[in-house]
């Protein structure tokens, strides 16, 4: 890392002055676009118009933050307080901050029969985490493909378990909303209980997981599974993923549902049915998304605890979910497994694991665990909440899940601006936001080894 050096951010200026262009890094660029839809949308939740009754700019910006990094966490009930106008531009924001503003970029570029400049191809492979430029523009269109059919078909699923209960435009506004919700894993909700009406419906509680999940394990795989629809023809990576998230949904039912069956504040009085829904639904939105159909403050420290370590693992790599991702999650525990065993190489699907890979993977945990721990220690101080409850919310706005039980709203306003960064930081990743805020240069100076004792 590069110290700040004011004579080159001067000449960067003059130059901008000069050309008109601004050499940033892409982490830079992605962090200076999610920040600038933040404040757009901001102002346009801040209108008259887009709230049924007059909101603080400060609710403004943290909804608008919160729908920009598809989390759902809020200050304010998003049914009763923000009118249709409002609802529709929280429902952009959500679709936009998912798909991502470079996909968007990308495919105007594309579509307007334009070449992507070497600037605007690296802003692509960061935010598509790929290495190679050929596949930018399959996966952009990919990404776009892949989101109208599986939000179309959850919507009209939706609609036709939902019209029967009311009208016509009533139904269609619900169950496209609900449906942006559920696949960019964002967790917000028309009715201030979230699904806790729909807790004895399979249909509308099986759609809902089936959205989050297609939406949390990546576009990636998503476009992998469609195209090779093999398991053997499947790369690694993609192995992976559908493997680990089906252990941790899996896991994480079995665990809530044990730890909860006799609760009677959220399973203890339902029927098995109902309690094996409710208790999928937990795992599943604990990953990514946010929704429940129970009262997750209710729920026993120990169920709070796991849902604690979903949400932190979060869900794949380009994706609609955050938390460190699965992918970084199965190659930390390959390397602990690997160094246990005295194995010469970290090996997952029969093929090693650069190191590179490991030690990305690790500064992602430590940077992310030093986030999280630093938040929870300033809340403390800020505010007289259970610890349990405000690691709840903290981990809850790093990951941009969005599970919650109220306590953002009844924080003080620097714990609620500290929500705000982390929910920005969460969604663009750690590393990227520490990378936007330095620049690399290569040393030529190497040094001597030493031996560190560890353990």
Known sequence: MRNWDPFHTYLLYKRFRKTGKFNASPPLVLAMGVLVLIVLGSVLLYLPIATTRPISYFAALFTATSAV?????????????????????????????????????????????????????ALALEAFNQTSVSKVRKTAFAVFKITIVIEAAGAAIL?????????????????AFHTVMAFNNAGFSL?????????????????TTLLIILGGIGFSVLSEVGGKRRWSRFTPYTKLILLGTLVLNIVGFALIWALEFRN???????????????????????????????????????????????????GGSLSTASGIKIGTF?????????????????????????PDTIQK????????????????????????????????????????TGMSYGLSAKLSVPSQSLLIILMFA???????????LATQSRSRIRYAETDIQVG
């Open 264 to 314: 009677v504040g959220t399973l203890g009085t339902l029927p098995i049915q109902e309690q094996a829904l409710s208790a999928w639904l937990q795992s599943v939105a604990s990953r990514t998304a946010g929704f429940s159909s129970i009262d997750v403050g209710l729920l026993s420290d120990s169920s709070k605890l796991v849902s604690i370590v979903l949400m932190f693992i979060g």
């Open 330 to 354: 199965i190659v930390l525990l390959a390397a602990a497994y690997s160094y246990i065993f005295q194995r010469p190489e970290v090996v997952l699907m029969k093929r090693a694991v650069s």
């Open 69 to 121: 990094t598809i989390t759902g966490l809020t200050l304010v009930d998003i049914g009763t307080t923000f009118s249709h106008f409002g609802q529709v531009v929280i429902a952009l924001l959500v679709q936009i901050g998912g798909l991502g503003i470079v996909t968007f970029a990308v495919l105007a570029a594309l579509t307007l029969g334009k070449k992507i400049s070497l600037q605007q191809q």
């Open 426 to 436: 969460g969604r663009l990743g750690p590393l990227t936001l520490v990378y936007s």
């Open 191 to 207: 009715q201030a209980t979230q699904l806790s009406l729909y807790i004895g419906d399979p249909v509308t509680i099986l759609t």
């Open 159 to 175: 609609f036709l378990r939902w019209w029967p209960e009311s009208d016509l435009p009533t139904a269609l506004f619900r169950s």
């Open 361 to 400: 993977s690790l500064a992602l945990l430590l940077v992310t665990l030093g986030l999280a721990v630093a938040s929870v220690f300033l809340i403390t101080i800020f505010d007289q909440e259970p610890f349990i409850d405000i690691l709840f919310e903290t981990i809850s706005a790093l990951s941009t």
